[in-house]
């Protein structure tokens, strides 16, 4: 028999693998309540952990709450307890994104709970990935996990890969030559994971990845503005396999969409064998953004471009403990 509510304990666990989900520049922007005498656990975004800059609308704030929600319904599935989301419930509360409940009405979902394996061990890897092109059964797997939330995945051709990453030089030139978004990337940077007061979010040295040997690289590089010695150099893929994220629409309610896709496209990666990276940076730019999609195609909102292949996984990188992200309210 299927419980009818939450239990606390149940809940740090679920909430615990939920925030293990990837956000732009690890900000980490969410917050939990727990509702005891409901029953409910609700996800808000947390606007103080907003890029004012480069996410003016947030668009990648609802992106990293929806993979964290998508993370907790993995977790809820893998532990026997099918959920019901409502996405943004009260339009009187903007920064409530979704309420969870326990459905008593649903059945285990075991392609959910397949993925949790994957929670942990899914890492942004920013080091170069071999020639090795990925086939085409894994990518059409990629394509079934996000058309499952929704969304659309598109391999882009050749000359479409070339714009892409185009586009991603030219969101580099431009933050470089813009003070407010280099000032806000650099915030969110931290040299070092174990030093004694090191931060416990953001983006540490050691997930920076080598510097691109013979020209740039098709990750970002979070260290031209923040040298680290001994950082390394390697030669990266000369044709990134890439992969484009979109929905038909770009509304809120897309991006929460949209974020759920995402993780779960890259829990799919994880579990295939596949080393990931994404890149948010030409869609950071409205006048880039629209570049990015697929002109023929009907979803031409791109959320994400994905980088695919074979190679080595990303670090762990740090983690807000659960009593600053999750609150019980009695």
């Not at 059964?137 to 079934?144: K, M, P, R, T, V």
Request: net charge negative; proline share 8%.
């Amino acid at each position: 028999m299927t419980a009818t509510h939450f239990d606390p304990d149940t809940v740090i666990r679920l909430v615990g693998d939920a925030v293990t989900a990837p956000s732009m520049h690890n900000a980490q922007p969410w917050k939990f309540v727990f509702h005891v005498d409901t029953g409910a656990l609700s996800l808000y975004g947390d606007p103080e952990r907003a890029m004012t800059r480069t996410d003016p609308v947030h668009r990648s704030l609802h992106l990293g709450c929806a993979a964290a929600l998508f993370n907790l319904r993995v977790s809820a599935a893998w532990t026997g307890l099918p959920v019901h989301v409502q996405l943004l419930p009260d339009d009187d509360e903007p920064w409530l994104f979704a309420t969870v409940t326990i459905d008593e009405t649903a059945g285990a979902d075991r392609e959910l709970a397949s993925l949790h394996d994957a929670v942990r061990r899914r890492h942004t890897s920013r080091y170069p990935f071999s020639e090795e092109p990925v086939p085409t059964a894994l990518l059409d797997g990629l394509w079934a996990a996000a058309h499952l939330e929704g969304c659309r995945l598109t391999v882009p051709d050749t000359w479409h890969i070339d714009t892409v990453l185009g586009l991603v030089r030219d969101a580099e030139h431009r933050e470089e030559i813009d003070p407010l978004a280099r000032a806000e990337t650099a915030a969110w940077i931290s040299p070092t994971q174990d030093a004694p007061g090191a931060r416990s979010d953001g983006i540490p040295a050691a997930a920076f990845g080598p510097k691109g040997s013979g020209g740039r690289t098709p990750v970002r590089d979070f260290g031209w503005a923040n040298p680290i010695p001994d950082r390394g150099w390697a030669v990266f893929e000369k044709r990134p396999q890439l992969a484009l994220l979109s929905t038909s629409e770009d509304t809120r309610a897309d991006w929460l969409r949209a974020g759920q896709a995402m993780e779960r496209v890259l829990l799919q990666a994880t579990t295939d064998g596949l080393a990931t990276s994404m890149t948010s940076h030409p869609l950071e730019w409205p006048e880039l953004r629209w570049t990015v999609r697929d002109p023929v195609a009907a979803m031409g909102h791109v959320q994400m471009v994905f980088r695919l292949g074979y190679g080595p996984a990303g670090p762990d990188t740090p983690r807000r403990p659960l009593t600053e992200i999750l609150e019980i309210r009695e």
